[in-house]
């Protein structure tokens, strides 16, 4: 089936997307319901968002998609991608799934990559709602890892001098400068093809003000009992590896999952990649299963 384009309400602003129901549903039948979010600056219609979601209504599970406010069709200030926002987007997306009747209201999973994996463990630990949670290249510290993403001294003091005149120029003046992406977090040449069209390419101080507070660290260890799983490469090039390890030492180990894969990049979900699909497919199918056994 085609999916559908929704749209659903986040502090008074409309945020566009879009929903997959599986086929053969038969009237009245509810389904477990799994949103995916996409990366830094992204939209909703990213690889990483519309690959995983087709795959999950081809296993039988309802699938959401959605533009964060600011990106893609949504509405909201353009280019200003403050984390604790989207927290409140994803939020309001289990809001807006529950208030679909074929969704199983007991079953809600969410799942991100890279910025949106950041976001997605901490809806998990705010929001008891949601059933499961999965991540791709998250990270769980907004400090440590501008550090090591700029870990050459000459790259940190470029980034901290960055951040000296960010707050100058907003206490001087009240407004805000505007930063490159890639001088936020750098991305090597041969990746830069896997951004979404239309990402936004220069972002506000805010955003990496915000991002450089975030700790997912802080609450993700309130999503035990329900279920984590954490999937990171093992010498990942965008968000350092020990960003996972930490989201798993500071969650509720006995109902986590921490996978460090040797054969992939930063950016996981591609039809190529089976041994990360197998993973998430056998995962879900024992914690969250997409039919009742």
């Given at each position: 089936?085609?999916?559908?384009?929704?749209?659903?309400?986040?502090?008074?602003?409309?945020?566009?997307?879009?929903?997959?129901?599986?086929?053969?549903?038969?009237?009245?039948?509810?389904?477990?319901?799994?949103?995916?979010?996409?990366?830094?600056?992204?939209?909703?219609?990213?690889?990483?968002?519309?690959?995983?979601?087709?795959m999950?209504?081809?296993?039988?599970?309802?699938?959401?998609r959605?533009?964060?406010?600011?990106?893609?069709?949504?509405?909201?200030?353009?280019?200003?991608?403050v984390?604790?926002?989207?927290?409140?987007?994803?939020?309001?997306?289990?809001?807006?799934?529950?208030?679909?009747?074929?969704?199983?209201?007991?079953?809600?999973?969410?799942?991100?990559?890279?910025?949106?994996?950041?976001v997605?463990?901490y809806?998990?630990?705010?929001?008891?709602?949601?059933?499961?949670?999965?991540?791709?290249?998250?990270?769980?510290?907004?400090?440590?890892?501008?550090?090591?993403?700029?870990?050459?001294?000459?790259?940190?003091?470029?980034?901290?001098?960055?951040?000296?005149?960010?707050?100058?120029?907003?206490?001087?003046?009240?407004?805000?400068?505007?930063?490159?992406?890639?001088?936020i977090?750098?991305?090597?040449?041969?990746l830069?093809?896997?951004?979404?069209?239309?990402?936004?390419?220069?972002?506000?101080?805010?955003?990496?003000?915000?991002?450089?507070?975030?700790?997912?660290?802080?609450?993700?260890?309130?999503?035990?009992?329900?279920?984590?799983?954490?999937?990171?490469?093992?010498?990942?090039?965008?968000?350092?590896?020990?960003?996972?390890?930490?989201?798993?030492?500071?969650?509720?180990?006995?109902?986590?999952?921490?996978?460090?894969?040797n054969?992939?990049?930063?950016?996981?979900?591609?039809?190529?990649?089976?041994?990360?699909?197998?993973?998430?497919?056998?995962?879900?199918?024992?914690?969250?299963?997409?039919?009742?056994?």
């Open positions: 089936m085609a999916a559908e384009q929704i749209s659903f309400q986040s502090a008074g602003l409309k945020i566009d997307g879009y929903i997959h129901l599986p086929a053969g549903m038969k009237p009245g039948e509810k389904r477990p319901a799994i949103m995916m979010l996409h990366g830094f600056g992204s939209n909703a219609e990213s690889t990483n968002c519309t690959l995983p979601c087709q999950l209504a081809d296993w039988g599970y309802i699938a959401l959605f533009s964060f406010r600011g990106c893609g069709q949504s509405e909201g200030k353009r280019a200003n991608t984390c604790l926002e989207q927290v409140e987007d994803t939020k309001n997306a289990v809001s807006y799934l529950l208030s679909r009747p074929e969704v199983d209201g007991a079953n809600i999973g969410v799942g991100g990559s890279s910025f949106g994996a950041a997605a463990v809806a998990g630990g705010v929001d008891k709602r949601i059933t499961v949670v999965m991540s791709s290249g998250g990270w769980g510290d907004g400090e440590s890892k501008f550090r090591k993403q700029h870990e050459a001294p000459a790259a940190w003091r470029k980034f901290t001098e960055m951040m000296a005149r960010g707050k100058e120029t907003r206490t001087r003046t009240g407004e805000s400068i505007m930063v490159s992406r890639y001088d977090v750098p991305i090597p040449e041969h830069r093809g896997h951004l979404a069209p239309s990402s936004i390419m220069e972002f506000t101080f805010e955003t990496v003000e915000s991002m450089f507070d975030f700790r997912a660290n802080e609450v993700v260890g309130n999503i035990a009992p329900r279920r984590l799983l954490l999937l990171h490469s093992s010498n990942d090039s965008v968000t350092p590896t020990e960003q996972s390890i930490g989201l798993f030492n500071h969650s509720g180990k006995a109902t986590s999952e921490l996978h460090l894969l054969d992939v990049d930063h950016f996981m979900f591609s039809e190529s990649n089976t041994r990360v699909i197998k993973l998430i497919r056998e995962w879900l199918d024992t914690y969250m299963p997409a039919k009742a056994a």
